[in-house]
């Protein structure tokens, strides 16, 4: 494997400014909607980014890459800091994502984060006086839960920057105290293959037009052979974002080849449902979707 990636962000950024938060934020909190602060992406020259092969790569690092660029060009804010850590009397309390300043010269806390979650349809034994609602998301691996990381983010990255440590370092920084606080939560949510189009989660946090794809077992895997006309594509994480605009050429796999690739990896993987346009000449992305492991 090469020990290093070489990634067009621009493609990403395209994805992020057609894509849209997975959560309603609350009153004190307000969506960061990238869109707004970008003009015509397409004479943007492409912006290349080299990270480490895994496992080193980091998705998280790639997204923030992305914002970076965002401000770069636009003419409605500009960045002031990424990744302001903070410390406390004997150890660090966290960082601050970005800070960067509107037109009005304010300065603004915005926190980043991009997540792939599954809905269960399982409360994974949260008690009642916990329960947001968000349980049943689960990330592909298992491990990560939407609850958990919409609390961290509510509970504590978001309201750090009010901290008198946060403040002093923010002052030091040479920057003014933040006046609002902005969250970008996004990515896609992907539900039961069955009704993944039609499903509505019963949640007043999750945002109605956040982006939704589906998800199978590994042993249910031949429901695809439903995809009339479709080939496939397993993306590696790094293009999670931009999907297939990543490829110059593209070499789609057909069901059975699929199939082979998914089941003898065993481990978590995101296809590309994608199909050839005569018109246009050209593939384009009709779904995207989760493969995981039997357990």
Known sequence: MKDRLVIDIKKDLQWLVGSQPIINCSADIEVFIPSKHLEDLHHWPASTMTYPAPPAYRLGRQFEDCISMLFQHSKHAKLLQRNLVITGEKRTLGELDCLYENTRKNCIHLELAIKFYLYTGVDHNVTKHTESGLESFIGPGGKDRLDKKWKRLIEHQLPLSKSP????????AGFSTPEQRQLLLTGILFYPYNNWQSFIPNNQ??????????????????????????????LPRWYWMGGIA??????????????????????????????????????HETSRGFVVRDN
């Not at 440590?165 to 030091?172: D, G, K, P, S």
């Not at 003898?264 to 994608?274: F, I, R, S, T």
């Open 165 to 172: 440590a946060a403040l002093q370092a923010i002052h030091n």
């Open 246 to 283: 990543h490829y110059d050429t593209l070499n789609s796999l057909n069901f059975a080849q699929m199939k082979q690739q998914v089941c003898e990896d065993n481990k978590p993987a995101m296809l590309a449902c994608v199909r050839w346009d005569n018109t246009l000449q050209r593939w």
């Open 205 to 234: 946090l999750i945002n109605p037009q956040h982006l939704r794809g589906w998800w199978l077992f590994q042993h249910q895997v031949d429901a695809l052979q439903d995809e009339t006309n479709s080939c496939f594509i397993i």
